[in-house]
């Protein structure tokens, strides 16, 4: 953990300070955001030779939000999100040959080969999903939620979505119910300013996120989603909050996504100049290689050992995937409610 937080805000008003990490800390955010970046890009490689196929949504460039909002969670908590799913799956702990699986439709698939990208599920590691539903996930999550409260267990939920489900009306029904209920629910807006295509300033008269809970009496904060110590300390303070029974928290995360909105898009309303000038200036993995090195925590020597393990595990989760057997036919009878 880092150290402690400063109190609770009670406006949306974005905070300066940051989580002071530790050496532990920084290489173990380095490393695991590290890993989300290399699977994500060994995803792309293979759903460009055709070995994945339907709808797959890359979490390139967003890494800081969920390994920053996982260092705050304790055993017990739950994560859902929608359908750009793959690194909050390895961020909670799953195995990447069973994700890697999955894309390729394997028996080994944490959904047996039958859900693909946006469907994967770990009771066991607390993930509740991936959903193809836009915006799904909240009313579930907000559920969860519900859940831990009937069974007083101290449990919190962290719901994902985007800046475009946030405008989805079941978002603001579950709103509502959380803040009515004092529900331990925090909200992550993972505004990654377009949506599927459409600028936040096109689509949304409120474009600070963080403030669409503010008839419900729900706090809300900006956060710097490409830093991860930022999201950690503001990740601290929302599920401290929830946690001691004063109900849902709303955290918005400014983040960038590199690649388009899936793999099928160009991303042609955006300039290349503005993605690098992100990647030159504000990329949530080089700000924590760049502070490491900076203060003596590894070398640079250990830094690519670091890359080449994680390469390795990523190779070794790739080759897994397109070995495995793909499922029995009788699998299309299983996990059916009749």
């Not at 599920?121 to 509740?128: A, G, L, M, R, Y």
Request: net charge neutral; with cysteine.
């Amino acid at each position: 953990m880092a150290a402690k937080s400063a109190a609770k805000p009670k406006s949306s008003e974005a905070q300066a300070a940051v989580a002071e990490f530790t050496k532990d800390q920084d290489l173990a955010a380095y490393r695991e955001m590290l890993y989300i970046r290399r699977f994500e890009e060994k995803a792309g490689q293979m759903y460009g030779m055709g070995l994945i196929g339907g709808f797959c949504h890359l979490y390139i460039g967003q890494e800081a939000v969920v390994v920053g909002m996982q260092m705050c969670l304790t055993p017990g908590d739950q994560v859902i999100t929608g359908y750009r799913d793959h690194g909050h799956m390895l961020a909670c702990g799953m195995d990447g040959k069973g994700v890697m699986a999955e894309l390729t439709g394997r028996r080994g698939g944490f959904s047996r080969g039958k859900g693909g990208s946006m469907h994967m599920f770990s009771v066991e590691k607390q993930f509740f999903g991936g959903h193809g539903i836009v915006g799904a996930q909240v009313s579930l999550g907000t559920g969860l939620g519900f859940a831990n409260r009937y069974k007083k267990n101290g449990n919190v939920s962290v719901a994902y979505f985007g800046d475009g489900a946030a405008n989805q009306g079941q978002v603001y029904e579950s709103f509502n119910m959380a803040a009515l209920w004092k529900l331990p629910v925090v909200y992550v807006v993972e505004n990654n300013r377009y949506a599927m295509g459409t600028a936040v300033t096109r689509s949304s008269a409120q474009t600070d996120f963080s403030k669409r809970g503010l008839s419900f009496n729900i706090p809300g904060e900006q956060v710097d989603g490409m830093d991860v110590r930022a999201v950690q300390a503001a990740g601290q303070r929302a599920v401290e909050h929830a946690r001691s029974g004063e109900g849902p928290f709303i955290l918005e995360m400014m983040t960038y996504r590199y690649r388009g909105h899936s793999m099928s898009d160009p991303a042609k309303y955006r300039s290349k100049d503005e993605v690098q000038k992100m990647r030159n200036e504000h990329d949530p993995i080089e700000q924590v290689r760049s502070r490491i090195l900076a203060a003596g925590f590894a070398t640079e020597d250990d830094l690519k050992k670091i890359d080449a393990s994680v390469r390795d595990l990523v190779q070794e989760a790739a080759d897994f995937a397109q070995t495995d057997p793909e499922p029995d036919v009788a699998e299309l009878w299983t996990d059916i409610v009749k």
